[in-house]
T-cell receptor
Framework: QKEVEQDPGPLSVPEGAIVSLNCTYS??????FMWYRQYSRKGPELLMY????GNKEDGRFTAQVDKSSKYISLFIRDSQPSDSATYLC????????????FGIGTKLQVIP | DTGVSQDPRHKITKRGQNVTFRCDPI?????LYWYRQTLGQGPEFLTY????????KSRLLSDRFSAERPKGSFSTLEIQRTEQGDSAMYLC????????????FGPGTRLTVL
């Protein structure tokens, strides 16, 4: 079993829809939770960062972490065609350095 | 440009050849990471430097792989005797000590081994 599980999709939604992306994890030591967006043939771009449980909102994006369920989510409101990309969840534990463990990524397509 | 840069962006080589990639982190970042990403997968951790010290290597990093960061600034990743299974995107990321795990990634080097 992988430490981080993420549905690879693809997920197709019409423009303006609310998108929900999710990951589950098994390592209780994870404390930092991130979402990266990756366009084709580009490096990952950090979207959202959350420490421990809770919600964080940034514009059209909301990240949620439920450590009791080992479940994290990213919501995208009013989705745009430019949101079409692969979304990677990522997480790490506390310590002297932070090796990041990534999910497989969910490919999202927003249809105009 | 103050982001992480990587060179080259693309590399095509024949099996058995050696290749070397370079990463220039964000200038004030003292931590540097290498990841490998194959098609349809998330990035997988390879190795990590704090300043010039290589502090951890993944079991994915076989003896054919070596990474250096001689002056605590840029880093190189060398693959000797390349194999077709080495074909992947090699990503570099950097962050600063005391940061909250927000690693910033470069554009990657895409390696194709024929």
């Amino acid at each position: 079993q992988k430490e981080v599980e993420q549905d690879p999709g693809p997920l197709s939604v019409p423009e303006g829809a609310i998108v929900s992306l999710n990951c589950t994890y098994s390592n209780s030591a994870f404390q930092y939770f991130m979402w990266y967006r990756q366009y084709s043939r580009k490096g990952p771009e950090l979207l959202m960062y959350t420490y421990s449980s809770g919600n964080k909102e940034d514009g059209r994006f909301t990240a949620q972490v439920d450590k009791s369920s080992k479940y994290i989510s990213l919501f995208i409101r009013d989705s745009q065609p430019s949101d079409s990309a692969t979304y990677l969840c990522a997480m790490s534990g506390r310590g002297g350095y932070q090796k990041v463990t990534f999910g497989i990524g969910t490919k999202l397509q927003v249809i105009p | 440009d103050t982001g992480v840069s990587q060179d080259p962006r693309h590399k095509i080589t024949k099996r058995g050849q050696n290749v070397t990639f370079r990463c220039d982190p964000i200038s004030e970042h003292n931590r540097l990471y290498w990841y490998r990403q194959t098609l349809g997968q998330g990035p997988e951790f390879l190795t990590y430097f704090q300043n010039e010290a290589q502090l951890e290597k993944s079991r994915l990093l076989s003896d054919r792989f070596s990474a250096e960061r001689p002056k605590g600034s840029f880093s190189t990743l060398e693959i000797q005797r390349t194999e077709q299974g080495d074909s992947a995107m090699y990503l570099c990321a950097s962050t600063t000590e005391g940061s909250t795990d927000t690693q910033y990634f470069g554009p990657g080097t895409r390696l194709t081994v024929l």
